[in-house]
């Protein structure tokens, strides 16, 4: 895991975060607890475009059970009832 200590980066500044940075994710410790992750803004893009191709899929994927019918059209109730006897 790549750290720095809050401290270093209250002593040295941003220059600190970059060189770590160099090496990967920062991992920012305070009090003896890894607190804060730092990445770079291209890295931060990629982990936003992967969450929205995952959301995007998790769509595609529901509007295709409800073509094939694969949904539960009745109350939650009923859908309790229904999992209690499957028991």
Same mark, same amino acid.
């Given at each position: ?5 809050? /401290? *270093?980066? @209250?002593?040295?500044?941003?220059? #600190?975060?970059? !060189? ?7 991992? &920012? ?15 931060? /893009? *990629?982990? @936003?475009?992967?969450?929205?191709? #995952?959301?995007? !899929? ?7 059970? &409800? ?16 999992? *209690?006897?499957?028991?």
């Amino acid at each position: 895991m790549n750290t720095i200590a809050a /401290q *270093e980066i @209250k002593r040295k500044g941003i220059s #600190a975060v970059d !060189e770590a940075l160099k090496n990967g994710p920062v991992h &920012v410790i305070k009090n003896n607890q890894p607190q804060y992750v730092v990445i770079t803004e291209a890295r931060y /893009q *990629e982990l @936003k475009e992967a969450e929205d191709e #995952a959301f995007s !899929e998790r769509i595609r994927k529901s509007l295709a059970d &409800v073509k094939a019918g694969r949904v539960w059209r009745g109350t939650a109730e009923e859908l309790i009832r229904k999992l *209690e006897l499957e028991d």
